[in-house]
């Protein structure tokens, strides 16, 4: 579901040379609606959901002060209609209790010019918490747009950067991979610094042998 499919293309970084063209994946299906439009969502359910992604955003100049709110809101909704359990959602650095992870000078937007934002993620991670589904809230560093590197580390600490490629494969994994560590926290990540996060569950991976 998008605002404008027009505007779905190959991005940058991950995309390489096919960066700006448009999708012909026959694995996926763009949907023009509303978030904040119950029918709208509706029409994703149409289908069967395994797992659900939520990556909103928008200035609030254009999209209103609560549209990550209401809109997360009205998928948690047709998700338990559906039945559909798994769901990763993308926050920010500095969203509820990790504003110490932030760095300096984003806190100051954090207070200022991002202020109503920010106010309208926090909603949005208390949406996610209290929907009793099984939730991963993801909070990324600072976005780039260059190549995925493979890299994805939760971090206790100040946030670094981290690709936009990267995120979505952690935000995948986290509605795919079944013993996925993360389910009902909200875990900060970036490519430096922390714990990295790897697919490889046996006892060498946690370090227990």
Do not use: H
């Not at 026959?26 to 992604?53: M, Q, R, S």
């Not at 993308?90 to 106010?119: C, H, R, W, Y």
């Not at 918490?129 to 493979?150: F, N």
């Amino acid at each position: 579901l998008t605002r404008d499919t027009s505007k779905c293309k190959i991005p940058q970084g991950s995309g390489g040379d096919k960066a700006g063209q448009s999708f012909d994946s026959p694995n996926l299906t763009l949907i023009a609606g509303d978030v904040k439009n119950k029918a709208d969502v509706a029409k994703v359910f149409e289908n069967d959901i395994d797992g659900v992604v939520i990556a909103l955003g928008g200035k609030t100049s254009d999209v209103g002060d609560d549209m990550l709110t209401v809109g997360t809101q009205n998928v948690i909704d047709a998700m338990k209609e559906k039945g559909t359990k798994r769901i990763s959602v993308v926050t920010s650095i500095g969203a509820g209790d990790s504003e110490n992870q932030a760095p300096f000078f984003f806190k100051i937007l954090m207070m200022t010019a991002m202020k109503k934002i920010f106010a309208d993620k926090n909603n949005q991670e208390k949406a996610v918490e209290a929907s009793g589904l099984e939730y991963c809230i993801v909070r990324p560093g600072g976005l780039t747009v260059e190549a995925p590197t493979g890299v994805i580390n939760v971090i206790q600490g100040e946030a670094g950067s981290i690709t936009r490629a990267d995120v979505a494969q952690f935000c995948l994994d986290a509605i795919s991979v079944e013993d996925f560590p993360y389910i009902g926290q909200a875990p900060c990540i970036s490519s430096v610094g922390g714990t990295s996060w790897v697919k490889d569950r046996s006892k060498a991976a946690r370090g227990e042998m």
